[in-house]
């Protein structure tokens, strides 16, 4: 299909919304805006505040400006349906972020019995589209890098005033076909399978989180973690590539998901899904021990190496790694035994009479033939195992990792001794975390070992003392 001379030619709906939190089913809204552009001018301007029903939480208040006592007197989101959806009908629906405004107003009509639906383009993917070289596309960014500016930030009119400017600057600055090709591009709409209801690829948010595939019967078959929601999830709908995402796409029924402030809450998050729902689908499923590590005995002969079940009871210091399959394990203690010469049947590896393979081809200092003592080989064989030893706690209490999302709230993921305590957002305070219990879970320990090692860009590590982060 041949793109369009002017890429914004028709009518644009520009949409803000201000809520009561970041999720469209449970959260409701407290400010609309529409900005009406049609022939790439503004002909209209729409705002108004909506009496949630429900209290707004301390952080929207702070972010927004928008206390309970400016909404008290506000209508009904039920009383300004009408007057929105003359705003919105038949024109493309703009948004920053436009999956997080466009999911909650299918949700607030959805209550209201009403079907909404239409064309979507997001300003994020634009931005990023015109700009790829450069890092950086939330508003404020969008605002600076294009010299647009706003006289009520975080209110929903003003918002829309910049996406309405956003538009205009682009078409100034760039060739009209390439802009056209660009928003055809973006607005084009995913096939799905015949049992997957085709509205989950409009209401599916632009951001950061984990999501949840179900099939017949509400059985959960895939839960995975996503930078961007919306794309991730609907990746697996395209041409199959494995036997499972075949049958993934051939069960799935619906899809739900959980919006987190960034990349290290979604794996957490989804560290957490897997562990507690065993989705019957994904490749971390297993109906044996979930870890397998490294044990050693006490022969007088020397120590021969088990592999077992990991137990987060485990001595630490007696359990070396932790492993997804036991055959991982044995992999890794055969590479050991061969960088550090130790002996393969004093590791119980190898079987039979008279030396090890490893000795007769010069990788092994001879243990098993008498050449090397016992409590040598003993000494060597767990100071070459030192390494897959759990670590440490670092530090001398609890710590946090804090990300804020496009929006600019914030969640806070509190840690102890290798333990998730829970996620602390607004009305929640570290107090309430006072006696969780303190349970080692291997995935936590390595995604947060994964983080201290190579931290994801905008999650903040926080040293917590007292009940409040810094």
């Known amino acids: 299909m041949a793109a369009p001379d002017h890429p914004f030619a028709g009518e644009i709906a520009c949409v803000d919304l201000e809520t009561t939190g970041g999720h469209a089913v449970h959260n409701r809204v407290i400010e609309a805006a529409v900005v009406v552009l049609s022939g790439g001018r503004v002909v209209e301007e729409y705002s108004t505040l909506v009496n949630p029903g429900t209290r707004i939480p301390y952080a929207i208040q702070q972010f927004t400006g928008i206390n309970e006592a400016m909404v008290a007197d506000a209508p009904p989101f039920a009383d300004i349906a009408g007057e929105l959806l003359s705003r919105l009908d038949s024109r493309l629906f703009v948004a920053h972020n436009v999956r997080f405004d466009y999911g909650f107003l299918r949700s607030e009509y959805r209550r209201l019995g009403i079907r909404f639906r239409a064309p979507l383009l997001c300003t994020v993917r634009l931005s990023r589209a015109l700009t790829p070289e450069v890092r950086g596309h939330n508003l404020d960014a969008v605002m600076a890098r294009y010299g647009i500016g706003c006289d009520a930030r975080h209110r929903a009119l003003g918002d829309a005033r910049v996406l309405a400017d956003f538009l205009r600057i682009a078409v100034e600055r760039f060739p009209a076909l390439e802009l056209a090709r660009i928003v055809e591009r973006l607005r084009a709409v995913p096939r799905l399978p015949a049992g997957l209801d085709p509205s989950i690829a409009d209401e599916l948010p632009e951001a950061p989180g984990v999501y949840l595939i179900y099939g017949e019967n509400d059985v959960l078959l895939h839960v995975g973690k996503a930078k961007n929601l919306a794309t991730r999830a609907l990746s697996h709908f395209g041409e199959p590539r494995t036997p499972r995402e075949r049958e993934l796409q051939a069960l799935a029924r619906r899809i739900e998901w959980i919006e987190t402030a960034g990349e290290f809450g979604a794996l957490v998050t989804e560290a957490r899904c897997i562990k507690e729902r065993k989705p019957l689908l994904n490749r971390r499923r297993r109906e044996t021990a979930e870890y397998w590590t490294i044990r050693l005995g006490d022969e007088p ?72 003592s016992p409590v040598l080989h003993a000494l060597r064989v767990r100071l070459a195992l030192s390494g897959l030893k759990r670590r440490d706690w670092p530090f001398p209490g609890r710590i946090g990792i804090r990300e804020r999302d496009w929006r600019g709230l914030e969640e806070i993921h509190v840690f102890d001794r290798w333990s998730h305590l829970g996620v602390v957002t607004s009305g929640i305070e570290l107090s309430e975390f006072e006696g969780h219990p303190r349970i080692f879970d291997p995935d936590v320990y390595r995604i947060l070992t994964g983080y201290l090692d190579r931290p994801i860009a905008g999650a903040e590590l926080l040293r917590l003392d007292g009940n409040c982060p810094p």
């Open 301 to 372: 002969a020397g120590p021969r190496a088990i592999i077992g079940p990991f137990d987060p009871a485990d001595d630490a210091r007696e359990a070396f790694g932790m492993f997804r399959r036991s055959g991982d394990g044995e992999r890794a203690l055969e590479g050991i035994a061969r960088e550090y010469h130790l002996c393969l049947k004093r590791l119980g590896i190898e079987r039979g009479e008279g030396s090890c393979i490893g000795y007769q081809h010069g990788r092994c200092r001879g243990a098993c033939v008498g050449a090397e």
